[in-house]
């Protein structure tokens, strides 16, 4: 009995000591600190944010980073903007810290234009709009303005570019009601009747 409790223990701290291991942390950061560039962006509807991934089980870690198209209510396309174990110029993560810029934009001629932006380069990605009478929103998936836990070998959502939800009785448009709402991002086309949006995600393995 005695062998049993400290096996039953030993198998707790155990159980613990990996959850701590896998214990990532994301923090986002909207817009620039410079305020000239800030208010340039702004007027080029550049929309702006810093990913900040920490976590000493970052270390030795490669990435791939997923776009998701949904239209009319179905995932229309899944596209890899990046995957660092296929490009033996990009290194597996060395740091505690890794961080990315994501820029979007919708552009006049009726296409998205999202860029990530790195160190050393950048992935830029168009995309053509699908419904052109309303703005797009960029929120992440933070839920309250501590950081968010990634887990590894997992797909995580981390930002959604949406159309907003029309409320039928005061006809305003409202993106929080969305981006906070209930619902798997995976099905906000047909819970809010959206017609077409982007879900970003990360996976660190």
């Not at 309303?134 to 070998?153: C, G, I, Q, R, W």
């Not at 409202?174 to 995976?186: A, L, Q, R, T």
Request: hydrophobic letters at 35%.
């Amino acid at each position: 009995m005695k062998n049993f409790i400290l096996l039953a223990v030993a198998f707790i701290c155990f159980s613990t000591l990996n959850a701590q291991k896998n214990d990532i942390k994301l923090q986002t950061k909207y817009g620039s600190d410079n305020e000239e560039l800030h208010d340039l962006l702004r007027f080029q509807d550049v929309e702006t944010i810093k990913l900040t991934f920490i976590g000493e089980d970052l270390k030795g870690k490669n990435y791939r980073l997923l776009v998701k198209e949904y239209t009319n209510g179905s995932l229309a396309k899944t596209d890899t903007i990046m995957d660092s174990a296929k490009f033996e110029y990009i290194p597996v993560i060395s740091d505690s810290v890794f961080e990315f810029k994501y820029y979007v934009k919708t552009q006049s001629n009726n296409t998205i234009k999202m860029n990530f932006m790195f160190d050393r380069f950048s992935t830029p990605k168009v995309y053509d709009i699908k419904a052109s009478e309303d703005k797009y929103a960029l929120h992440d998936f933070l839920k309250t303005t501590e950081p968010m836990s990634v887990k590894l070998n997992t797909e995580t959502l981390i930002m959604g570019y949406f159309l907003p939800y029309i409320d039928k009785e005061s006809g305003w448009k409202k993106y929080c009601d969305v981006s906070g709402s209930k619902h798997s991002p995976e099905d906000w086309g047909t819970a809010f009747n959206i017609p077409n949006y982007y879900l970003i995600e990360i996976l660190f393995e």
